[in-house]
């Protein structure tokens, strides 16, 4: 009995430090559309470069857009295919990953500190 919940415990601390990788199988995206990056509307904005995302079945094509990072000293991780699998796009920095919500975008005006402080 006692092993069993030693094993038990030593299970469930290792979840507590285990990381989560969300990916998606459709194949991979078509290629990245090359665009003319516009002048920076002011200071400390930085630029989140267009790329495709798992939308249903299909991918569906995010415009680049200006924004700035999730918190200060965070920077944007952008997604990736890697052959397999698609791994979403995230702001990452000493304070840990903010995830991108697509369907936040949409609804405002992509200035993640605006109100998400």
Do not use: C
């Not at 290792?14 to 199988?25: D, E, I, K, N, T």
């Amino acid at each position: 009995m006692k092993i069993k919940l030693l094993v038990l415990t030593l299970l469930a601390a290792g979840a507590v430090f285990a990381q989560v990788s969300v990916g998606v199988r459709i194949g991979a995206p078509p290629p990245v559309r090359v665009v003319v990056q516009p002048a920076s509307p002011g200071a400390g904005y930085v630029w989140v470069g267009g790329y495709w995302y798992p939308n249903g079945n299909k991918y569906k094509w995010h415009d680049g857009y200006y924004t700035r990072p999730a918190y200060e000293g965070s920077h944007w991780v952008e997604p990736t295919h890697d052959g397999q699998l698609y791994h979403q796009g995230y702001w990452d920095g000493d304070h840990g990953q903010v995830n991108h919500d697509h369907k936040w975008d949409k609804t405002h005006d992509k200035d993640y500190n605006h109100g998400h402080q």
